[in-house]
């Protein structure tokens, strides 16, 4: 099989409602989607969603990138996804993203060649999984309501964004755990926005509220900061910001840095390093969570499937899509509240209407 044209396309999603973590407000996102052509009429969908204090590049770079690549992958298997992002890496440095949305592309050609659907490709069995809802930084009250709400949806995980004052973040989980009881898991993430003393100052409190995990609470270049944490908590401590690449998987693992390590496909680039991230993580009795960010149906989808395909990564943060809605973009998978179940159609399952 060979790849015979890769075309982009800039797309734009807005929030139902402004989103605020600790270091930005957002109000929408746009992405790049990917489509590469095969020479046996076998399509695949990718997708980038660039977000620059994260990932380093921006939709601009992508775009610019993308043809760069095209001018070298035209004509290469798109079975061999290593070769690829060799490929990819010899050219540029970082830009993982772009990486991402032909890595998935590939994987979606891959399992459709296959005739089967994704995970089952990355070697899974069950489609069936639950994902945490998001929860942005507002006033205790407001967070409180919208907890609430989520709740009354069908909800069972929420995932608390905090990172401010740490007196005002008290607040907040406290009204949180208030409204919505003992039967719902809470998370915590504070997005790189407390330091090390607010870190361990906030911690038993935490714990008394039964809340299930502490997500990136230092900033992301302190390692030995976020080591500290992790030695002088009882709350499972996961790196998010800390762990973009497989090397940085393999530092934190080295360092016993953390309990845990937050995957993203835009941060890594794509699901092939996704993979190596998982496999540093658990040769090393540490478990992984799967997120998100700005990024539509597709991308999203993708990382569902390699949530159910792999059973070291335990915990879902894949929720980008219950806060934006596209109508060109469809398929991949059925959600009732927080339980999500993927298709059985071959490769990602979506449907990409006039691309």
Known sequence: MKITDIQVKKASFAFDKPFKISFAVLTGFETMVVRIDTDEGIVGYGEAGPFEYVTGDNLDTCMVIAQAFREKLI??????????????NGMYHGHTSVKAAIDIACYDIAAKKMGVPLYRFLGGHNPTFVSDVTIGIRSPEEMAEECLDWK??????????????IREDAERIKA???AVGDD????????????????IQMAP???????????????????????????????????DESCRVPEDAAKLANMRAC???????MKCGGIEPALRINAVSEANNLWCMLGCMGESVIAN???MHLFAAMDNIRKADLDITFFSHCDWITGGFTAKGGEITLTERPGIGIDVDGF
């Not at 004509?75 to 990819?88: F, K, N, V, Y």
């Not at 997500?215 to 790196?239: C, F, M, N, R, S």
């Open 176 to 178: 949180i755990r208030d």
């Open 152 to 165: 009354k949806k069908g909800f069972s995980i929420l995932k608390i964004k905090l990172g401010e004052d």
């Open 301 to 303: 989808t993708a990382a």
């Open 205 to 239: 409190l935490l714990t008394s509220l039964n809340v299930e995990l502490m997500e990136q609470p230092v900033k992301d270049y302190d390692y030995a900061g976020l080591k500290y944490v992790t030695e002088h908590t009882d709350l499972p401590i996961a790196a």
């Open 184 to 199: 719902v898991t809470l998370r915590v993430d504070a997005n790189q926005g407390w330091t090390v003393k607010e870190a």
């Open 259 to 265: 309990d845990a390590m937050n995957i993203k496909l």
């Open 75 to 88: 004509g290469e298997d798109p079975l061999a996804i290593q070769r690829i992002h060799s490929i990819m």
